[in-house]
């Protein structure tokens, strides 16, 4: 056999023996990924004046709620399964309640003086001094997979999150590669002690807030890069319409400021191995069947961004660290008495940044 003929062979058995490997090994059947939109921010790298909170004993602090009737008390929930909090008046904090369990996310509070906490494996759960009860961990018969982020309304009802019906929480990256749009907003009713759908086939359901006069729920869809408004009252009531599209990142928890405005925290998927891993779905296939490929692929997205939106959905200003020097991979941020906090999935701390810092007026989107 001639060189070329073995170079060949060898080829062949290569692409066979990677197909073998691909069909059998792949998790996901994914659909094409939404474009991601055009507009581009220059990078301010206005995050990296930040101030670290709690370094070293917060493990991964997803959501950050900070309670103003209690004078700024901070509530963060960690991958260790507990709920902890800082007290203003001296900065120091406290492991509050155990839940136990990774998957603690979005904390809210409810109106009886409890908790709400969004456990993505085992669904809505109140926390009070002595008890945890799960409030719902099925809707429509099929367990809750991947609860996300819970907003009580001045009627006790709960909307909630579902980001996806297909992964969990640690498998959220492979959701992501897949792109079907699955999650769901979920709503309790504390009356009958069920939870229903309020909307389905959302793209990586995520965040939710209320508008102040609580006419309309906002729940963001990471993986379409918008937020959508779901009509509570009035003539349009569950409607639904896009609040703020086309943001330069993929919306997670949204938190409304007591001027009625809004903080989303915008996840960077981007980078030129991630782009082109989602440029057809054979390579997501591709990468979804190596765990250490994957690994290495999501690794390439560094950054973190915030973006504040007025009542109306026009954003008013943009805040990142363009390269994640700082803090990476921001998952929420409120607003407080002029100061900001931030919590990330991918950091050992809870962020303070005050608004002083930060210039008013920015320019807009650059195309
Ligand atoms: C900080 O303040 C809280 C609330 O007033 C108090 O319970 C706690 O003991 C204080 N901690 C320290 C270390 O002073």
Known sequence: MAPGGLFGTAAVAAVVSLAVHVALNCPIQPVPSRPPPAARYTPNNLLQGLEK????????????????????????????????RMHPNNGSWEQWRFVGGTGLLGIAPSADGSMLVCDADKGLLRVEEDRVTILASTVDGAQIRFADAAIETSDGTVYFSDASTRFGFDEWFLGYLE????????KYDPRTGKASV??????????????????FLIVCESAAYR?????????????????????????????????????IALIQLRSPWLDLVNRWTLTKRIVASFPALLDRIKATAKGAMVAHVSE?????????DSQGKVINFITSVSEFDGDLYFGSLSANFVGKLSLAKVPQVQEAVSS
């Open 179 to 186: 792109s079907r749009p699955t999650g769901r907003l979920l």
């Open 312 to 320: 109306d959905g026009e954003i008013i200003r943009v805040l990142d």
């Open 227 to 263: 937020c959508l408004k779901l009509w509570l009252k009035g003539d349009k009531t569950f409607q639904t319409e896009t609040f703020v599209g086309d943001l330069p990142g993929s919306p997670d928890n949204i938190h409304r400021a007591a001027d009625g405005s809004f903080w």
């Open 53 to 84: 909170l709690g370094e070293g004993r917060l493990i991964k602090p997803e959501d950050v709620y900070v309670d103003a009737a209690a004078g700024g008390t901070l509530y963060t929930a960690t991958r260790d399964g507990w709920l902890q």
């Open 198 to 215: 309020a909307l389905d086939n959302l793209d990586f359901a995520n965040g939710v807030a209320l508008s102040r006069d609580e006419a």
